[in-house]
Each structure stands twice: as C-alpha cells, then as structure tokens.
C-alpha cells in the first residue's frame, strides 16, 4: 500500500535513525508490522531510538503511560498517526 | 504519585497466592513483563521450592535451552495484564516485618545462563545464600547508604542479573521503594522521578543513559544513576551527572556471579571489589571466588592490584594484543577512543580473532558525527603507540550492539563481513 507524504517523512526517520541502509523507505508497508520477528525486526532498543528521534523532529515525547504504546509501535501507520494527533492537539 | 504503595503484609499475600496456584513442577520460566508481578512471581516459586529459570533471552530457543535443565518447568506470564503501576514500598528496618519468604540458604532459588562462545548457553545455579550475602555486602556501599528512603527505578528488566539484584532484590532489604511502572522511555523515567516523593535513583546501562540525555525534556534531578553491562564513556559521565545533577555509580559484574565491584568513574578508574569477594592472579588471568561460590570464577577481564583494596581494569583477558613487540590492552585502546572530543561510539578489533585474515594491525569502527577519519586518527597517535593506531579506522553511523549494550563477536563479525562483500 502507498504511504501518504506524513508516513514516507517517518518512514525516512525510522531508516535514518537506525541506520537501515539496506531498507528503502519507500519500501516499508504502512501497515506491516515493525517489531519482533516480523517486517523489520526492530527491537526495545530500536523503540528507545525512535522515540528520541520523533521527540526532536517532532517534539512528541512517547512514554510508555500511553496505554497503547504498543499500539503505537505496531506500524508505521499508527505511529504517523499518533505523532500527527499529538501535533494537532 | 500514581499507583499506590504496596504494603509487606500484601507482598506476602501476594506471593502465597501465587504460589499456590503455580502448577506442581521442578522450575519456572518467570515471563511477566510487570515488574511487581515478576517480583512476585519470582518469589511465589522460591516459596514452592521451584528454581527461576532465566534465559539470557526471550527467544524460544533460548527458553527451550533453558528448560532442558529440569523435568517439569511451567512458564508463567502477565501477557494479559492490565494495571500498569504498583509500588513496592518494603522498609524491613522500619516495622521488623519479613520481607520475605523464610527459604533454606541453600536452596537453589534461580539459574542464570551466559551464551557460551560456541553451542548450548552455561547454566549458573543461585542459592539463596549466594542472594542473601549480596544483600548485606553490596548495598553497604550504596552511595549515599542504603536506609535513605529513595524511589528506585530501572531500565532493566528483572531476568537479567544486574536488574534481579538491584530492581528486585534491594527493595527487599534497603529502604527503596521500586517503581513498578512504566520505566523504559526517557519520558517515563523523567515523570517517575517528578512524581516522586523521596530523592530517586535510576538503575540503567549506557544505551539508554544516552537516549535519557538526547531527551529534550526538562532534567529532573535524580540523586544516584547506576550504570552496568558496558563501560561508560567519560561524557556520558559527564553528561549525566551535569544535567540530572546525579551521582553516577558504575558497577562491574558478570552473569556468572552478579555485582562484582563499583566505582565513582568521575573520581576514579580504580575499581573496589565488593567485601565478599577474593581475587587471584593466575598467569594472565584474574579469578575471583566467595565463601558462597561452589568454586572460583575466571574474569572476563584482567586486574591490577593497586594500593587500598582497590582495582585496576587492565583489560579483556582475551584482548591483550601484541603489536610489533608492544603488549596493549582492546579495553585500554577504546577507553582512549570513546574519551576523544566528538566520539560517540566505537570499538578497537583484532581482525584474526573474528576470523579474518591477518593484517598485522588492529581495525577500528567509530560513530563520531562531523568528524573526519584523518582528525580521530591524529587524536589517537596523540595518546596511543602508533602500533596500535587503527587500519583501517571506518567512520559509521552506529555499532552492531544488543539490547543490553553488549557488542558480541559474532555481531561484531557479520558487520565487518558486509565491509568486505
């Protein structure tokens, strides 16, 4: 599925952030799941990163008191849109 | 703050009841991912007299491992669990209440594993005894002492060592109260310690130290930072203790044993071993043993006795390297290199020992952002015997580290093996 202009800004974050040279961002499905052993494998650390990254380009802080931090994590899709509803609120 | 203190008396009620659902067996695998709920779960099977099993992973394989050990092992876990902060508030000075379950010392209440260099992980068997004595010995040198009420949270899990001891063990001694809540983020830490109503401590490694001071977050000031599983850089160090206003205490441990020795790296690179524990120089190699040890334990690392008890690090036993005649430590040589203006990380190799080719010289992979190979290298001859200085020395974006900071050979290996392609 295409990624909308606000997931390919993140999607090119996450690639940047962790260095996934490998990974296209383009290429990462909105709806694939990131962590464990599926789609790309990241893990808790990887997290630790990513949330530090979307706190300075963002300036959104995760924690994990957002009941549905997992949630969020899940795909590129839910982060994007956490992140744009944190933004807008 | 939120969630609320969980009292002794709860504790203990907490603890039968799990023990008394726990299925009949030999040993558990403790999976809860709560913090309370693994502390009681952990104490729920010493009390039914089954042994804590802890991978060195969450992998199946790992857990399979693991298992071969004993006949009949369940895994418990809170996969489903809902309430996200408990408090474990255990002041067993305060009101003389047993903290925790009478247990005969030689009971073998946990086992550890190391991933061995090559096949099965090593079991390491911990009686009670071995738990009780660290109790008393290692917390007496807590900075600032231990019967200062304080809130104690960590980044690291319970299962692995270094969490079991001061995340679940040293609440149920000191006067700390353990934050069982969420506590990986920088943003959690930050608002743990906001909440808190006594001075807080932070045990944690130096990956997330690093991600803690890219926060951009206000500070709050945490009185003690712990930092274990990786040596710390000086400007982690420094970063820390400025921004956080903190104490930064360094532990030395392994799997194998716990907490070994500790160190204030801002006063001093000496180490002071924990009271219990004898050291040996044997050839090359520094052993350690306790009353409470079956037997002596070969160090990862290399020890220099120095005046007053206390501890040189000279190095990985296995990474002594010696260059056109000269003997030098891997550790020496990346304590230099993380210490350089602008490194964030890196990490000295000697190519044969990851199997490549000899080339007579040492490599070197540094993460210094903005900076030129040419200037680290000028940095080094500065400080070190040109024998030593890096080829090559690749500049790249990060290390192949694990989750707990540990950079492994065979990670280490499959990184420079796309260098190569």
Redesign the interface.
């Known amino acids: 599925m295409a990624q909308t202009p606000e997931q390919a800004r993140m999607a090119a974050l996450i690639v940047e952030i962790l260095n996934l040279e490998d990974v296209e961002p383009a290429s990462i499905d909105p709806h694939a799941i990131l962590f464990e052993d599926e789609g790309l494998a990241l893990d808790s650390i990887d997290a630790l990163e990513i949330a530090v990254a979307i706190a300075e380009e963002y300036n959104v802080h995760i924690s994990a008191e957002d009941e549905q931090t997992k949630e969020i994590f899940a795909t590129l899709a839910n982060l994007t849109a956490h992140v744009a509803q944190e933004t807008s609120a | 703050m939120a969630g609320h203190a969980i009292s002794v008396a709860q504790f203990h009620a907490d603890i039968e009841a799990v023990a008394d659902a726990l299925p009949p067996g030999d040993a558990i695998v403790n999976l809860c991912a709560e913090r309370y709920r693994f502390t009681v779960t952990f104490f729920a099977a010493c009390l039914r007299g089954q042994c804590n099993l802890l991978p060195s992973q969450r992998t199946p394989a790992a857990i399979a491992s693991a298992r071969r050990h004993f006949e009949h092992v369940s895994v418990v876990s809170d996969e489903n669990a809902s309430e ?1 902060e408990h408090r474990i508030a255990l002041n067993p000075g305060s009101n003389g209440e047993r903290v925790t379950p009478e247990l005969a010392l030689d009971q073998v209440v946990a086992m550890a594993f190391t991933s061995g260099s090559t096949g099965e992980p090593q079991a390491h068997p911990k009686t009670w005894r071995m738990f009780s004595t660290w109790r008393h010995t290692h917390l007496a040198h807590f900075p600032g002492g231990h019967m200062t009420p304080r809130l104690l949270i960590s980044t690291v899990p319970s299962w692995h060592m270094y969490g079991l001891e001061w995340a679940l063990l040293a609440p149920t001694v000191a006067a700390f109260t353990i934050h069982c ?8 830490i930050c ?1 743990a310690v906001e909440a808190a109503d006594t001075e807080a401590v932070l045990v944690s490694t130096p ?2 130290l690093r ?1 803690l001071l ?4 206000k500070p709050p000031t945490i009185s003690v930072v712990m930092s274990a599983t990786a040596p710390i850089e000086a400007t982690l160090v420094a970063g820390i203790e400025e921004t956080f206003n903190a104490d930064l205490f360094e532990i030395y441990g392994c799997s194998e044993i716990g907490s070994i020795a500790s160190r204030h790296p801002r006063h001093t690179d000496l180490w002071r071993f924990f009271p219990c524990f004898t050291l040996d120089q044997r050839g090359e190699e520094t052993w350690i043993s306790a009353q409470e040890m079956p037997e002596a334990v070969c160090l990862a690392d290399r020890f220099e006795p120095q005046a007053d008890h206390r501890h040189r690090l000279i190095g990985r036993s296995t990474e002594l390297v010696k260059i056109a005649g000269k003997r030098e430590s891997i550790s020496h040589l990346n304590s230099v290199l993380l210490s350089l203006p602008g490194v964030e990380d890196g990490v000295f190799y000697d190519p044969t020992r990851l199997g490549f080719a000899d080339t007579g010289r040492l490599g070197a992979l540094v993460v210094a952002p903005g900076r030129e190979p040419q200037d680290i290298r000028n940095a080094l001859a500065a400080q070190i015997d040109n024998a030593f200085l890096p080829r090559p020395l690749r500049m ?3 290390l192949p ?1 694990e ?1 707990t900071s540990k950079l492994t050979r065979t990670s280490l290996r499959r990184f420079l093996e796309a260098f190569n392609d």
């Open positions: 996200t809540g969420p506590d990986f983020f920088p943003d959690d608002s990956v997330h991600a890219k926060s951009r977050r790249v974006e990060a580290r989750r």
